[in-house]
């Protein structure tokens, strides 16, 4: 739970006949993750230089053609069922794979068209609509359209409709062409227009159109001598759109019907063929009847994988078994099993990044430090209480965060019955241990005290990550490994000490601030020695980064006071609302007590949520979690039909 | 952080190539290659002479080289679009979306041409951080229609609807790449236009040397190469709010020749590109009368943000140089004849 489960990298010969094959079983096993033959070492040492061909890339070609296709035809049937795989199934070889795409083509061509048609239909039945609100227009405009569209005129007369931003430039281009543009008439993102202007000029006008997005009204001829005619013929043209509209929704039925059952079957053969198309992205090697896949399985499950091998394969296979090495670390990816309550605090630590393999994992310091921290600066019974109930009255909604909301309700009710505070009245309840705003000046020594045990903290495991990645002399001589460790323990004693803290007494001033002299000579000799350049260069980036260390880690533990400051301004805010509420009638008085309370709760309760989180990213993971981990992702079956 | 983006643009100034430089490189044996060009900060470049699991550029791979040209570009607009926010940032980003509209062109093609998802996607430039189109999933699209539908929904619905439909009207692929260049074009004056009154003078100088550039070329080769009637032709160009304003473009457009056209330009324009004999020689010296101006306003104390838009041209105009100096050796042409390319390099980079 606090570090990655030990992989090893494997590396599987098999024949390239049963290479999905191979890829799906290893799917089915679970815990496979595929990587790269970048690494020459083991018994298969030359694997990479014997298999230089890439024989899957074929094979990933034609399954994201043929899922594509399949997943927009799925889309149009609206089919979302699980697939089912029966024990047996086999992946489908190149050559079933790549007809089956071609059946996928076809079929989604013949929808495609159908989809298309639809689609212009629709257009079409838009346009009408347009056709019918400009016409009236035209109407009442009084125009004699039998004269105005005459064909054997001097004029050329064009009704039609443009994107409306471009009118401005097509008015102004049409100018050079002696036409005129009159808009009339806009609807949404279009303009009705006239054009007109001399037949003479029309072929240049129409290249000029066609470019703007120009789109003729088609106006009747019986339009043209009885506008009162146009509803009729409106109406008509509707009927026939609709009755093609039904002839499209039939064919696309038929489409249906007719493949559906073999949709069904395409479904679960590009599911089958998913592993090997995913594992050749990071790569399959191969070459004449050979293939060759590699990848990171967790070092308990090798014997496992080999009776599964075995079973399926018996023997026609070779599998190389190694441990990761050092200059690999980085690309091992990292796979950590957390208990089903940790789980939900995940999410927010990979917000984060992804720890890299061997550190260590901060998810379960995490959850607790955060709710501690939420707890802490939110502690009142009954917003704690609020919290909770809406945590589990929308559990649905909320998935396992809803756990997280429901943890932090807990908490906040645990510091609610410390501080004695219910709905911020801290008079009901007598604290069991203290009221922030009675103690202000001990519960900010708190606040700093934990500040400096949780920078402690982080300076021990980023010490540990370092030593574990082979780094050791950062490990020891870093600002942030134990030299920094010694340096900020000595300098914080000598600190309280100066302040006289009580839990420093028994530490004479001298002994901390020699210590803390000593860490930070240590810190500057490490400094020195790793920097390059010029004398003056390593002389100003000692000093800057042996300055920049004192600072960072001091001002990090005074970020640590807004834990208490928070706590002063829970209460805070409860009273101002009660002074408010002091001077209103009985009515006036409980609403606005109610309506500050739920204040408190939205505003007052989002900002700590994120403070919490600010103190775990900033203080906290900077200081030892780089971030920049792979995470374990496996070879696995999709249920569900989706994108890659 | 302007004196910080300033600080970093003068650093960066000094990497901009000067003519003895090109002559290094045209004298460098292969083996010098990565060296030369990284000693220049053309470190994406390099990594293709110095990786030996890459294709060398040059040698084989000429398309490799121009990727590698806009990852160096990406690079170096990545550090300097850090330190800024609001219009002046979303200007920056905005230049670089030319290159995914390059990419916009590519996939239109290939879909014309009914060419395979898995041959068209190495032929895509990778945006990185910039990109914001999913090149897989539209590769896979069935066909044009089907692939301008989803460029559509995506974000640039504003450069492809217009396309869309003047495509839908002619089936004409060059209707299609005009409307996408203007549909860009347009867009990025309009950014400026709101990024003019704190960029200063100078910016505004930069965007008037480009868009002027731009439509005087176009309307150069669509009026006199592709015989378009002066009303299309003026309709196809960058709404203009500089030298070359509509009223100008439409009176430029209805003339009859190149030398008709190049005789009614500004006085300077005019002399300058007395003598040039073609449509690339326009476009050559029109560039280097905006580099001229660039160079100026890189030397100036001008805002940090015209400062970068300064450097980031003429960091372009050292790449195409660069290019056609390596695509030369590649081809084995004469030192001469690349000399003469370095002086002309005509290609644009859209």
Redesign the interface.
């Known amino acids: 739970m606090l570090r990655a489960e030990p992989l090893v990298k494997i590396q599987l010969l098999m024949l390239a006949s049963e290479a999905p094959d191979a890829a799906l079983e290893l799917a089915r096993f679970g815990v496979f993750n595929p990587g790269t033959f970048n690494d020459q070492s083991g018994s298969l040492a030359a694997l990479p230089d014997l298999l230089p061909d890439s024989p899957a890339a074929l094979y990933r070609e034609a399954w994201l053609e043929a899922e594509s296709r399949l997943s927009k035809l799925l889309e149009q049937c609206g089919d979302s069922r699980a697939i089912e795989f029966p024990s047996d199934a086999a992946a489908p070889s190149l050559i079933d794979l790549q007809e089956l795409n071609g059946w996928l083509k076809e079929v989604w061509t013949a929808c495609l068209a159908c989809h298309e048609s639809d689609e212009r239909l629709q257009d079409e039945k838009k346009h009408l609509d347009a056709l019918e609100e400009t016409l009236s227009k035209l109407e009442r405009l009084n125009v004699d359209l039998a004269q105005l569209l005459h064909s054997n005129s001097l004029l050329s007369v064009n009704i039609g409709s443009l994107p409306a931003n471009g009118l401005k430039r097509v008015s102004e281009a049409l100018s050079m062409t002696s036409t005129l543009v009159s808009q009339f008439d806009h609807i949404g993102d279009q303009i009705f227009a006239v054009i007109a202007g001399p037949r003479t000029r029309q072929d240049e006008v129409r290249g000029l159109l066609a470019q703007a997005g120009w789109r003729e009204l088609a106006v009747p001829e019986e339009l043209r001598t009885h506008p009162q005619e146009a509803r009729n013929w409106l109406e008509s043209e509707r009927k026939q759109l609709e009755e093609q509209s039904g002839v499209e929704c039939k064919v696309i039925g038929v489409l249906r019907d007719q493949f559906g059952p073999r949709l069904q079957e395409a479904r679960l053969r590009v599911a089958l063929a998913r592993p090997l198309a995913e594992a050749a992205l990071v790569g399959v090697r191969g070459k004449g009847g050979l293939a060759a896949l590699a990848g990171w399985v967790p070092r308990r499950q090798v014997h496992a994988l080999r009776t599964l091998l075995d079973n399926r394969f018996r023997g026609r296979y070779l599998l190389d078994v190694r441990e990761p090495s050092p200059h690999e670390a980085a690309d091992v990816p990292s796979l950590v099993r957390y208990p089903a309550w940790l789980q939900p605090f995940v999410p927010l630590v990979k917000s984060y990044g992804v720890p890299r393999y061997g550190e260590f994992d901060p998810a379960l310091p995490f959850a607790l430090t955060y709710l501690l921290l939420f707890g802490a600066m939110f502690g009142d019974i009954g917003h704690g209480g609020v919290i909770l109930l809406l945590s589990l009255l929308f559990a649905r909604k909320l998935g396992r965060m809803a756990l997280v909301g429901a943890a932090a309700g807990v908490v906040s009710m645990l510091f609610g019955v410390l501080y004695g505070s219910i709905f911020g009245y801290e008079d009901i309840l007598e604290p069991v241990w203290l009221s922030p705003l009675h103690n202000p000046v001990y519960v900010l020594s708190v606040a700093v005290g934990f500040g400096v045990g949780f920078i402690v903290f982080t300076l021990l495991v980023n010490a540990r990550n370092k030593w574990v990645a082979g780094h050791r002399a950062e490990a020891i001589f870093d600002s942030t490994g134990i030299a920094g460790l010694v340096f900020y323990l000595g300098a914080a004693a000598g600190l309280a000490s100066v302040a006289g803290a009580s839990i420093v007494a028994g530490i004479p001033q001298n002994t901390a601030w020699m210590v803390a002299i000593v860490g930070i000579i240590v810190i500057a000799g490490f400094k020195w020695y790793e920097a390059t350049g010029g004398l003056g260069e390593r002389i100003l980036v000692t000093a800057i980064e042996t300055l920049e260390t004192g600072i960072n880690l001091f001002s990090n533990t005074l970020s640590f006071m807004r834990v208490a400051a928070f706590s002063l301004n829970h209460v805070a805010l409860a009273l101002a609302i009660f002074t408010l509420a002091a001077g209103l009638s009985v009515a006036g008085h409980w609403f606005t007590i109610a309506l500050g309370n739920v204040v408190i709760i939205v505003l007052e309760g989002g900002i700590v949520a994120i403070q919490a989180l600010r103190l775990m990213y900033y203080e906290g993971f900077s200081r030892f979690f780089s971030g920049d981990g792979v995470e374990f992702v496996p070879l696995r079956l999709e249920t569900q039909a989706g994108k890659h | 952080m302007s004196s910080y983006l300033n600080t970093r643009v003068s650093l960066y100034s000094g990497r901009l190539w000067h003519a003895e430089d090109f002559d290094v490189l045209l004298r460098a044996s292969d083996d010098e290659m990565a060296n030369t060009l990284a000693e220049r900060g053309l470190l994406q470049l390099a990594a293709g002479f110095s990786n030996p699991e890459q294709p060398a550029i040059g040698s084989n791979d000429p398309l490799s080289l121009e990727q590698r040209i806009i990852a160096q570009t990406l690079d170096e607009t990545r550090v300097l679009i850090r330190p800024l926010s609001g219009a002046a940032r979303n200007f920056l980003i905005y230049w670089t979306a030319r290159f995914e509209v390059t990419n916009v062109k590519t996939l239109l093609r290939g879909k014309m041409t009914g060419e395979?998802?898995?041959s068209l996607l190495p032929r895509l430039t990778p945006m990185g951080s910039f990109g914001r189109l999913d090149h897989?999933?539209l590769t896979?699209a069935?066909?044009v229609?089907?692939l301008l539908r989803r460029l559509e929904a995506g974000p640039y619905a504003t450069i492809v609807?217009?396309a869309r439909?003047?495509f839908e009207?002619?089936h004409d692929p060059f209707?299609l790449d005009?409307?996408l260049d203007r549909a860009y074009y347009d867009g990025l004056a309009q950014r400026a236009h709101s990024l003019e009154s704190c960029a200063g003078p100078g910016f505004r100088g930069l965007m008037g040397n480009l868009i002027d550039r731009i439509n005087l070329v176009w309307l150069l080769r669509y009026r006199f190469n592709y015989n378009?009637?002066?009303?299309?032709v003026?309709?196809?160009l960058v709404?203009s709010r500089y030298s070359l304003t509509?009223a100008r473009l439409?009176e430029l457009?209805?003339l009859g020749s190149p030398e008709a056209v190049l005789a009614e330009l500004p006085l300077e324009w005019r002399t300058r590109l007395s003598g040039v004999p073609d449509i690339p020689g326009v476009f050559s010296t029109m560039d280097h009368i905006a580099a001229e101006h660039a160079v100026k306003v890189l030397r100036t104390d001008a805002p940090a943000i015209t400062r970068a838009f300064a450097y980031l041209i003429l960091r372009e105009r050292d790449l195409r140089a660069v290019r056609a100096v390596l695509r030369g050796r590649h081809l084995g042409l004469p030192v001469a004849d690349i000399r003469l390319a370095l002086q002309r390099t005509p290609q644009e980079v859209m």
Not at chain 2, 228 to 232: H, K, N
Request: aromatic share 6%; charged share 25%.
């Open positions: 395979r998802s898995a897989q999933e896979l069935e066909d229609s089907e609807r217009q439909r003047a009207q002619s209707h005009a409307a378009l009637p002066p009303a299309q003026y309709f196809l709404g509509g439409r457009a209805a």
